[in-house]
Nanobody
Framework: QVQLVESGGGLVQAGGSLRLSCAAS????????MGWFRQAPGKEREFAAA????????YYAESMKGRITISRDNAKNMVYLQMSSLKPEDTAVYYC?????????????????????WGQGTQVTVSS
């Protein structure tokens, strides 16, 4: 079992930056692929970024590539999402997710069913 708690959301002006954090419980955190998803009002939840268990590989949604960076600290059971050049359309609830082993490449971990555990989300609001 893994429990995830996100933090770091808030209100920011367009062009600003935010760093989201996700604290994970469980001794096997380092064995999970970690991902960030977001859900804007009236829209489906969408993939933002993922990171391999070692942190050596990262994957990003094309729509956000270049503006976000995912990282993890396995010693602290933490995963982060650094976001910059934020736009009003980035307004959403951002979710942290943990995924156990799958019989396919980590680079394919862009769908909700690729993950087993989810946090409660943190709200990010970008004002124009």
């Amino acid at each position: 079992q893994v429990q995830l708690v996100e933090s770091g959301g808030g209100l920011v002006q367009a062009g600003g930056s935010l760093r989201l954090s996700c604290a994970a419980s469980g001794r096997t955190f380092s064995s999970y692929v970690m991902g960030w998803f977001r859900q804007a009002p009236g829209k489906e939840r969408e993939f933002a970024a993922a990171i391999s268990w070692s942190g050596g590989y990262t994957y990003y949604a094309e729509s956000m590539k270049g503006r976000i960076t995912i990282s993890r600290d396995n010693a602290k059971n933490m995963v982060y999402l650094q976001m910059s050049s934020l736009k009003p359309e980035d307004t959403a609830v951002y979710y942290c997710a943990a995924g156990g082993p799958r019989p396919y490449s980590d680079s394919s971990r862009t769908r909700e069913y690729d993950y087993d555990y989810w946090g409660q989300g943190t709200q990010v609001t970008v004002s124009s």
